[in-house]
């Protein structure tokens, strides 16, 4: 069985910082690209962050700078850095776990994230 937890999510004021964490079971996490993703109130969900089983990483604008994917295949845990956060940043911020060639692709069931001004 799959399972993606995240973890560490929480209200923090403006200009402040939150580490999410995403620990993967029942996947071989290696071989999988890992991302974050986000969905506001009333939006869709839209990409963050990812990092391929390679390690290349690739940012939406809005965040570039002050966020920062990375993972540990020894933990099978993907991390999200979120530094300097704006009232926009608040949303749900979901992880995703793709293995293109199998055409595999699991999320986690979301973590909260809320910004005040």
């Known amino acids: 069985q799959v399972r993606l937890l995240e973890s560490g999510g929480g209200l923090v004021q403006t200009g402040g910082s939150l580490r999410l964490s995403c620990a993967a079971s029942?996947?071989?996490?290696?071989?999988?690209?890992m991302g974050w993703y986000l969905q506001a109130p009333g939006k869709q969900r839209e990409l963050v962050a990812t990092?391929?089983?390679?390690?290349?990483?690739n940012y939406a604008d809005s965040v570039k700078g002050r966020f920062a994917i990375s993972r540990d295949n020894g933990k099978s845990t993907v991390y999200l850095q979120m530094n300097s956060l704006k009232p926009e940043d608040t949303a749900v911020y979901y992880c995703?776990?793709?293995?293109?060639?199998?055409?595999?692709?699991?999320w986690g069931q979301g973590t909260q994230v809320t910004v005040s001004s």
């Open positions: 990092i391929t089983k390679d390690g290349s990483t």
């Open positions: 995703n776990a793709k293995h293109s060639s199998l055409s595999l692709d699991y």
């Open positions: 029942g996947i071989v996490f290696s071989r999988y690209d």
